[in-house]
């Protein structure tokens, strides 16, 4: 049904719907046996790489790839082009994570196996999303009429990017808690519709359904002391739950 997943905006309420469905479902099997999936994370990742491999191991497949540019011969030069074009013929589907944004776009077009984006920069992460939106289900029975707090790096937080963007498909309420140089980008702020608000302190969305809790993103800045200034500028605790 999915030839790839590279943004959340590839998946319509429908495809959500039939996700969910087939999670609910989904039994112990050994639907990948005989495939191999690749992963090529240029960036340092733990859970979202570990979870994709244990995920292919329990369907019977298995796994090859690297964890960080400076093992493969990205060290020597070597495009993303070239890069996928050669892991193509040794896997049958690709998972990348990579510091710029649309790489994984542009590496799909480059092979025919499937690409899963698995993080590209502070664009987005959609296979997240597509997990947080299952988790809201799951746990709350619902998704239409939520108000859900998204809080910390919004604008460079990638995860929060996508699940904005996939909640336009629910009638929820959006609000968006970070301190002034960390707001949601206006660029995609402006594809979003329906009940957006502003805050700049937790404690003024306690109320809330969902408290959606992301990390100052220390790569993405190029000022250290900025970072310093800003890392526990957002932090839910004890006290505040």
Do not use: W
């Not at 040794?90 to 590496?107: C, F, L, N, S």
């Amino acid at each position: 049904m999915f030839q790839r997943c590279i943004s959340i905006s590839d998946f319509s309420r429908e495809d959500f719907d039939y996700i969910f469905k087939k999670a609910d479902g989904m039994k112990p099997c050994r639907s990948c046996a005989g495939k191999i999936m690749a992963t090529l994370f240029y960036e340092p990742s733990t859970r979202t790489r570990l979870s994709f491999e244990s995920a292919m191991l329990r369907l019977g497949g298995s796994t090859i790839g690297f964890a960080g540019a400076e093992t493969s011969s990205v060290k020597k030069g070597e495009s993303v082009a070239d890069t996928v074009r050669t892991v193509e013929k040794y896997a049958d589907i690709i998972v990348m994570r990579h510091p710029i944004e649309g790489t994984a776009k542009a590496a799909s077009n480059y092979v025919s196996v499937p690409i899963i984006n698995a993080g590209d920069g502070g664009h987005e992460h959609p296979t997240q999303t597509l997990l947080d939106l299952y988790t809201i289900k799951k746990e709350l029975g619902k998704i239409d009429g939520l108000k859900i707090a998204l809080c910390g790096d919004l604008k460079y937080g990638r995860t929060v990017h996508s699940l904005a963007s996939a909640l336009q498909h629910y009638d929820v309420e959006l609000r968006f808690v970070s301190p002034e140089q960390l707001r949601f980008p206006s660029d995609l702020r402006t594809k979003l519709n329906g009940k957006l608000s502003d805050y700049v302190n937790l404690s003024e969305v306690l109320d809330s359904d969902v408290i959606y809790m992301t990390r100052i993103q220390k790569e993405r800045f190029g000022d250290e002391t900025e970072y310093e200034k800003l890392r526990r500028s957002c932090i839910l605790t004890k006290d505040l739950a």
